[in-house]
């Protein structure tokens, strides 16, 4: 699979340690950046992701800043994207079976990196499961500006 990964400041750390486990696990990454710790804005970083996710060159993306909170919504303001703040591997699982995910976002300030690493790979490894909740998708699609 090919993932895009994305970071403000906040997240740099954990977003190191999220793409060397994602190579190992061998899937392909790009590093959209930043990989410095001076002070970056969120949703520039959010829209590289986004971007090539709608233009077909990753499958998936991962997006961490502190809380998780502000690349979720830079995220989510993008056509065809589905971004969840995971907490739990539950919620990473049921963001794929329910909600079809395409981005899963990560609080570095509150996610440890054995945590994000299990989540992550729940996520990179849960299908969607269709039927109801398709429909529930195609009615968030409908919606989208």
């Known amino acids: 699979m090919i993932i895009a990964f994305g970071a403000d400041h906040g997240g740099v750390q954990l977003k190191a340690a999220l793409l060397e486990y994602a190579r190992g696990e061998g899937h392909t990454v ?6 410095e710790n001076s002070s970056v ?3 520039d970083f959010a829209k590289v992701v986004t971007t090539l996710i709608n ?21 989510n ?3 065809g994207i589905r971004a969840a703040l995971v907490c739990n591997e539950q919620v990473a699982a049921l963001s794929r079976k329910h909600n079809d995910t395409n981005v899963i976002c990560f609080g570095a300030l509150y996610t440890d ?3 994000a690493r299990k989540m992550l790979h729940i ?18 699609e409908s919606s989208e500006e």
């Open 41 to 43: 804005d969120y949703p």
């Open 123 to 140: 996520w990179l490894n849960t299908g969607f499961e269709g039927g109801r909740h398709q429909r529930r998708i195609a009615k968030l």
């Open 77 to 79: 303001k993008a056509r």
């Open 113 to 115: 990196v054995a945590a």
């Open 30 to 35: 790009i590093d959209c950046g930043t990989t």
């Open 55 to 75: 233009a077909r060159k990753a499958e998936r993306g991962v997006l961490i800043c502190t809380t998780g909170v502000g690349m979720s919504m830079a995220a």
